[in-house]
């Protein structure tokens, strides 16, 4: 890891500044269909399949990111977010709370409303995702139980979308990182992981963020290692073109918890 990049999880960025430059609804956005779309489909694609109504769900991704799960919020019995810093908590409570300076999230839920033939209930989506929305806790990687005092019950779904890329710095602490999620799954229960292919850094305003270089064999192998079955992979090329990340793909991977 170079020395002039930052962590994620230590040095914590401004959650707005990352979601203006890379979720915003601006028509300059370059990243809509890697960032934006590509997670929300393959989601929404696999728990539509493998999930019934009322699933408790915990979701542990970067920053204060919530695109994800609009489309499938009508599934959540109950969702708990976990974050990496409180500075995203606290972004991801200005939402929850319709804070006149939480970040702008209707260009998702029109979007997705609009994928449903129901443009005109975006609002609906947004009060659905937010009644969902249970517990929004602090996920500290170094603890051994990451949501300490607080021991969390095993959820039917977890959710991870870039946090492994954005906190690990080699396989091993990758792989430590990962087994603590996997302990919030249920036996038979889905693990979705939604990572960079080949990627190394990314920018939030003046700071380079680290990524872990890996790819969708590795997430495989990773997972298949550690007792679950992969169920599902996909990988999406990069076409979007900018110096702010230097990622060559998006993949999804979806296993199922066997032992």
């Known amino acids: 890891m170079s020395s002039s990049r930052k962590l994620h999880h ?73 974050r990496v810093s409180e500075r995203c908590i606290m972004e991801l409570r200005k939402w929850l709370d319709s804070h006149s300076e939480a970040f702008d ?48 019950p095993q959820a039917d779904c977890v959710i991870t979308m870039w946090i492994l890329d954005s906190t690990s710095t080699n396989e091993d602490e990758y792989m430590t990182t990962l087994r603590k999620m996997m302990k919030f799954v249920k036996p038979g229960g889905l693990l979705l992981v939604i990572a960079t292919v080949n990627g190394t850094y990314y920018k939030v305003g003046e700071d380079t963020m680290h990524v872990f270089q890996h790819d969708e064999n590795f997430v495989k192998n990773a997972v298949t290692k550690e007792g679950f079955t992969v169920t599902h992979c996909e990988v999406l090329a990069r076409t979007s073109k900018s110096d702010l990340a230097d990622y060559k793909g998006m993949s999804f991977v979806a296993a199922r918890k066997v032992r």
């Open 10 to 82: 230590i040095h914590s960025f401004h959650p707005k500044i990352f979601l203006d430059t890379y979720f915003s609804g601006k028509p300059e956005m370059v990243f809509t269909g890697e960032v934006l779309k590509f997670p929300a489909q393959k989601i929404d694609n696999v728990l539509r399949s493998e999930l019934e109504e009322g699933a408790c769900v915990i979701d542990a991704s970067i920053s204060a990111t919530l695109h994800h799960l609009f489309l499938v919020s009508y599934l959540f019995k109950e969702i708990t977010l976990l």
């Open 105 to 152: 999230w209707s260009h998702i839920s029109t979007g997705m409303a609009d994928l449903q033939g129901q443009r005109d209930d975006w609002q609906e989506k947004e009060m659905q995702l937010r009644s969902a929305i249970k517990e929004i806790l602090k996920f500290d990687i170094t603890k051994e139980n990451p949501t300490d005092p607080i021991v969390l």
